[in-house]
C-alpha cells in the first residue's frame, strides 16, 4: 500500500471511531435544541467524509479487465465518480435525521427509508456503472428468479430497519438495563446486599450467553434463507457470534463477541483453548483425545471383555486364513493382502493380488481393462508368446487385482483374531489386514520352511474405513457393545456415528 493509501485508511478509522463515539452520545445523551442540531451535522459531515475517503477504483487491473470501447469506458467511470459523490451525501443526510429524531418518539420515519431505497437504486447504478468501465460483473446474487427475489427481499429489509433506525436506542437500552434491574431486586428481596450483586452478574452473564446463542441461531437461519449468493447472508453466516462444528475430524466451539472470547477447538492431532477477557491466555497440545485413556476402574471393568489367542489359535488361525485365501487366488501371485471389515454383524473381505503398494488399504474396486483394437482384451495372442514358452512372468495375475470373497469359508477365524486384537485401553479395530508373502523356492528361504510367511494387524481407527457399503449406526452401536470403548478413545467420526451409547 502506497503512503498516500496508509493515510486514507488510518482516516477511515479515525473517522469510524469518532462516529460511533457521536452515534452512541447521540442515541443515549439527553441533548436537546440548538446542541442537538450541532451533533447532527457533525454526523452528517463524518459520515459523508467517510463515504468519501473510501475512494472506488476507477480502472480494473489489465489482467481482468473486460474490453469496452472508450467512449463506455469513460461513461462507466464518470457515473461512478458521480454515483461516489452522490452516496456521501445521502448516507450525511441520513446521519443527520438519524440523529435528529433520536429523542423523538419511535416508531417509523419514511424520510430515513427513502433515503435507504435511494443509496439502494445508487448500488445497482454504480454496479452497472463498474460494468460499463470495464470490471468483471459481480452482482452477488445468481439471476435466477431464487436469486433475484432473495436480493429484493433482502433490499426491502435494510430499508424497513433504516426507517425503525430512531428506535435502536430505546430498544438496546430496555435489553441492557431491564434483566439486571428485574434480576437484582428480584435477589435482593431474598438475600443480603453482599450477595445479591454476585448472584446477579452470574444470572446476567448466563443471560448474555443465552441471548448470543439465540442470536447466532438467528443470523444461521437468516444466512440459510438469503441463500449463499447473498453478501448479507454471508456476512450474517460468518460473524455469528457463537459457532459449533462438529465433523469427523474434529469439532470447533467458538464464542467470540467484541473483549470476549472461547474458543476450544479439539481433534485427533490435537486439542486448543484460547479465553480471552481483555488478556488472551492460550493452551494446546499435539496428543488430541484419544490420549485420554480410561481411569483404573474403567480398565478392570473394560478387561473382562479382553480375550487374547491362545498359543494354539496363534498357530493356527492365521494358516487356516492363508490357506482359504491362497485357494482363491490366480495360480500364480508373490503377494496376498487379505482386508476385513468389520462391525457387529456387517462385513466384508477383499483379497488384492499382487499391488503395486502393499501398504495402501481400503482399495477402490478395480477397474476392468478396455479391449485393445483387436479384441484381444488384454490378453496375449499365440503370435507374441516367446519361443522358449513365454518369460518367467508368464501366467501371473494382472497387477493389483482385487477380488471380492463373500462367501469366504475362515469368516469365524477372522471373526476371532479381529476380538482378540480387543484392548481396554485401545478397543477393537474395525479394520483387520492380513498380508501373505510367497516364500521364493529358488533361494534359501528367508521366512523359515514353510510356502508362505505370513503377517497380520488391526489397523487403527482414527480414520474412517472405506466401506464398500457402510454399517447402520444400530451395528455400530451393537459393535460397540461387544467392545465397549470408553469415549475418549472413539473418533470423532465413531461418536457422530453413534450418539446414545456410554
Known amino acids: 500500500m502506497s503512503t498516500g493509501g496508509r493515510r486514507r485508511a488510518t482516516a477511515q478509522v479515525l473517522c469510524l471511531i469518532v462516529l460511533i463515539g457521536l452515534y452512541l452520545f447521540s442515541g443515549f445523551a439527553d441533548v436537546h435544541g440548538q446542541a442537538r442540531t450541532h451533533l447532527s451535522v457533525a454526523i452528517a459531515v463524518l459520515t459523508g467524509l467517510f463515504t468519501l475517503l473510501n475512494r472506488p477504483e476507477l480502472r480494473p487491473p489489465a489482467s481482468e479487465a473486460v474490453p469496452r470501447s472508450a467512449s463506455v469506458a469513460f461513461t462507466g467511470r464518470l457515473l461512478i465518480v458521480v454515483v461516489w459523490i452522490v452516496q456521501a451525501f445521502l448516507f450525511g443526510l441520513s446521519g443527520y435525521l438519524v440523529s435528529t429524531q433520536f429523542q423523538k418518539p419511535p416508531g417509523f420515519h419514511g424520510s430515513v427509508a427513502l433515503l435507504a431505497a435511494a443509496g439502494q437504486v445508487l448500488a445497482l447504478v454504480a454496479l452497472c456503472a463498474r460494468n460499463m468501465a470495464g470490471f468483471r460483473p459481480d452482482p452477488g446474487f445468481s439471476f435466477g428468479f431464487p436469486g433475484v427475489l432473495r436480493h429484493v427481499l433482502d433490499r426491502a429489509a435494510l430499508v424497513v430497519l433504516a426507517g425503525y433506525a430512531s428506535t435502536l436506542p430505546d430498544v438496546v437500552k430496555t435489553v441492557v438495563t431491564w434483566v439486571p434491574d428485574q434480576v437484582h431486586?428480584?435477589?435482593?428481596s431474598l438475600a443480603p446486599a453482599w450477595l445479591a450483586w454476585p448472584l446477579t452478574v452470574a444470572v446476567c452473564a448466563v443471560w448474555f450467553l443465552a441471548v448470543l446463542v439465540v442470536e447466532s441461531l438467528l443470523q444461521v437461519l437468516i444466512a440459510s434463507a438469503l441463500g449463499p449468493d447473498n453478501s448479507l447472508g454471508q456476512w450474517l453466516?460468518?460473524?455469528?457470534?457463537?459457532?459449533y462444528r462438529r465433523t469427523d475430524v474434529d469439532v470447533t466451539f467458538d464464542f467470540n463477541f467484541r473483549l470476549i472470547r472461547i474458543l476450544y477447538y479439539n481433534s485427533v492431532q490435537g486439542w486448543a483453548f484460547v479465553g480471552r477477557l481483555l488478556l488472551e491466555?492460550?493452551?494446546?497440545?499435539?496428543?488430541?483425545?484419544?490420549?485420554?485413556?480410561?481411569t483404573r476402574r474403567q480398565r478392570e471393568r473394560l478387561q473382562r471383555y479382553e480375550r487374547p489367542l491362545t498359543d494354539e489359535e496363534k498357530e493356527q488361525l492365521p494358516?487356516?486364513?492363508?490357506?482359504?485365501a491362497v485357494e482363491a487366488a490366480p495360480p500364480e501371485w508373490r503377494l496376498l493382502i487379505l482386508e476385513y471389515r468389520a462391525?457387529?454383524?456387517?462385513e466384508e473381505i477383499q483379497l488384492r493380488v499382487d499391488p503395486a503398494d502393499r501398504w495402501a488399504w481400503a482399495w477402490d474396486e478395480a477397474v476392468e481393462e478396455e479391449p485393445t483394437a483387436d479384441g484381444?482384451?488384454?490378453?496375449?495372442?499365440?503370435?507374441?508368446?516367446?519361443?522358449?514358452?513365454?518369460?518367467?512372468?508368464?501366467?501371473?495375475?494382472?497387477?493389483?487385482?482385487?477380488?471380492?470373497?463373500?462367501?469366504?469359508?475362515?469368516?469365524?477365524?477372522?471373526?476371532?483374531?479381529?476380538?482378540?486384537?480387543?484392548?481396554?485401553?485401545?478397543?477393537?479395530?474395525?479394520?483387520?489386514?492380513m498380508n501373505i508373502e510367497k516364500n521364493d523356492p529358488s533361494t534359501r528361504p528367508y521366512y523359515g520352511d514353510g510356502p508362505w510367511r505370513i503377517t497380520y494387524q488391526a489397523m487403527k481407527r482414527d480414520p474412517m474405513p472405506r466401506w464398500r457399503q457402510p454399517p447402520t449406526a444400530r451395528q455400530y452401536r451393537r459393535d460397540l457393545r461387544r467392545f465397549p470403548t470408553v469415549r475418549g478413545r472413539r473418533p470423532f467420526w465413531l461418536r457422530n456415528q453413534v450418539k446414545r451409547i456410554g
Open 343 to 346: 462391525a457387529a454383524e456387517h
Open 376 to 433: 484381444a482384451g488384454g490378453e496375449d495372442s499365440p503370435e507374441e508368446e516367446s519361443p522358449g514358452g513365454g518369460d518367467e512372468n508368464e501366467g501371473r495375475s494382472t497387477n493389483g487385482d482385487l477380488l471380492e470373497l463373500p462367501d469366504f469359508p475362515e469368516r469365524a477365524a477372522l471373526r476371532r483374531l479381529r476380538e482378540a486384537s480387543y484392548s481396554a485401553e485401545h478397543g477393537v479395530g474395525y479394520v483387520l489386514v
Open 319 to 324: 494358516e487356516r486364513v492363508a490357506a482359504v
Open 237 to 243: 453466516g460468518e460473524h455469528a457470534p457463537v459457532t
Open 281 to 294: 491466555m492460550r493452551y494446546s497440545s499435539s496428543f488430541g483425545p484419544l490420549g485420554r485413556g480410561p
Open 185 to 188: 431486586g428480584f435477589f435482593a
